[in-house]
Each structure stands twice: as structure tokens, then as C-alpha cells.
């Protein structure tokens, strides 16, 4: 059996993420106390159900805090459990908040939306390292939906690194684990006739192969995540996640991104770039 636990802070698109597993097959269940996972996994296996997919969060109160025990109860019994934490910078959540006029599932204890984010992001400290991060604060919907598809489809017996592009104007993203920052290296952005295409579009490749410290800032980043993925695989982790920044996250760190995501053809990859997933 397959369970995926969908949690991280209200606001993030939790919904989003468990519609999607629902479209994808899986059996879903919004809201489930964390006490009643073994007894709900055992009753989909009688009654044949492979893939679950349910989302665990602070709505299940005290009982979240039992959480970690029975993640590691559940996998010892030969059940493949992932945990995606989806989360945002706390003033997009308060945007979010506002936009849609919902109320924080905290501020019934009479506390501001803000500190309500605060009081959530301490109660769900300790699941937050159970998972894979998503930060969402400049996601669509829709790359919402592919990213989580993406996640649940990949190996889960071994680490699969995330390659990923940010611009640094929009903010470092929360679920980096090693940051590169690429804004020393040149710019196409300031070539009017380049402007409009991403790293990834012929132009682009052109203009940086002429540009060797660009070819070596690859190597070096390259050399360092080689050096040190044993490590991080003594952990036991799934996923490694590797962002390459550059200001507006269109060119250089995108053309950087695809060339690492070249260089590992012995490990599981996935590409993102978060800016070229943005809404305008």
C-alpha cells in the first residue's frame, strides 16, 4: 500500500494537493486525526484499496503530536508513507487569507491572522521534518498540481534531487536545501532582443556558451552536490532539493538548472522553475 499524508499551514493549498492526488486514483480523506491512521489503513487494506492519499494538519488538535510515532509504526509495516509539508511566507498566507475572506481554523481563540500563521507554524514544527517542502507563495494552481504529481510518482527506494530555479526579487524559497546564488555572472535580461526568451529557449543557450565562468559555476555546483549526496543518502531522505537564484529567475539560474539536471543520469530527477510557473 501507498499513503501520501498532505500537511504544512492552512492557506498553502492543502486542498489543491489532495484534489490532485484524487484525480490521479488515489482514495482521499480530508481531515483525518493522526491517533486513527493505523486503524483507517488497515480498514482500506480489507477492502482493497492501494493508493490513500489524506491530509493531517492542526484541525486534528492534540492529536497531531502522535504523528511522528505512527509514521514510523505505519512504515514498519512494509507501507510506503510520504509526507508532502506544503507551506508559503506568511504574508502571502495573510494575502490569501484576505483575498478569500476565509478565517484562520486558529483564530477562534481570538488571535490575528498573523499570529494565528505563527501559533500554526509552532504546532506543526515537528512534522514539518517528518517531509518533502513545497512552498507555494509563488505558485499557481496548476503548478501546484503537476509539482505534487511529480513528487508521488518518483521512486520512493531512492533520493530523487530537485533542481530548481527562483529570482531573488520574488524571495529565497522556504524548501531549498543548498541555495546558489547566480546573479554575478552575466545577463541577457539587458540584451533587448534576448529579454523575452528563458534559459531554456535556443538564444539563451547561445549567449552563455560564450561565457565561460558560466560553464564553471555549473561544474562547481555540480562537484559540490556529488561530493556530499552520500551523506545526505545515509539519511534516508527522499529529496534533495537544489535552487539556483538569479534576479528574476527567467535566464541564468533556469539555464544553469537544466544543465544540472543533466549531469546526474544516474539519479532520479526533477526540474522546476518557479518563476516560469508564475501567474500574470
Known amino acids: 500500500m501507498r499513503l501520501i499524508l498532505i500537511s504544512g499551514l492552512s492557506g498553502s493549498g492543502k486542498s489543491v494537493a489532495l484534489r490532485a492526488l484524487e484525480d490521479s486514483g488515489f482514495y482521499c480523506v480530508d481531515n483525518l486525526p493522526a491517533t486513527m491512521l493505523p486503524e483507517a489503513m488497515a480498514m482500506y487494506a480489507d477492502f482493497g484499496y492501494k493508493d490513500i ?49 476565509r478565517r484562520h481554523p486558529l483564530s477562534d481563540t481570538g488571535i490575528t491572522v498573523e499570529e494565528s500563521i505563527l501559533l500554526e507554524q509552532e504546532m506543526l514544527a515537528e512534522v514539518l521534518e517528518l517531509g518533502t517542502r513545497i512552498d507555494t507563495s509563488e505558485l499557481s494552481a496548476n503548478a501546484l498540481r503537476s509539482w505534487v504529481r511529480e513528487l508521488v510518482d518518483a521512486d520512493s527506494n531512492q533520493l530523487t534531487l530537485i533542481f530548481e530555479s527562483f529570482g ?33 529557449d535556443q538564444p539563451i543557450i547561445d549567449f552563455f556558451a560564450g561565457h565561460q565562468e558560466v560553464a564553471e559555476m555549473i561544474t562547481d555546483i555540480q562537484a559540490m552536490i556529488a561530493k556530499w549526496l552520500p551523506c545526505y543518502g545515509k539519511e534516508n531522505r527522499s529529496y534533495l532539493t537544489v535552487a539556483v537564484g538569479c534576479t528574476g529567475g527567467q535566464h541564468r539560474s533556469v539555464y544553469i538548472i537544466e544543465n544540472l539536471a543533466r549531469v546526474f543520469p544516474d539519479r532520479q530527477v526533477l526540474v522546476r522553475h518557479r518563476q516560469l510557473y508564475r501567474e500574470h
Not at 503530536?65 to 509514521?71: I, Y
Not at 514498519?76 to 487569507?97: C, N, W
Open 53 to 101: 492519499a489524506i491530509s493531517v494538519d492542526t484541525r486534528s488538535g492534540p492529536t497531531l503530536g502522535a504523528l511522528p510515532k505512527v509514521v514510523e509504526s505505519l512504515k514498519s509495516q512494509g507501507i510506503d508513507v510520504r509526507l508532502l509539508f506544503l507551506e508559503a511566507k506568511p504574508e502571502t498566507l495573510v494575502k490569501r487569507f484576505s483575498e478569500t475572506r
Open 168 to 200: 531573488f526579487k520574488h524571495g529565497v524559497p522556504q524548501d531549498a536545501d543548498f541555495v546558489f546564488d547566480a546573479r554575478c555572472l552575466p545577463n541577457p535580461y539587458y540584451d533587448p532582443q534576448l529579454r523575452p526568451f528563458t534559459g531554456r
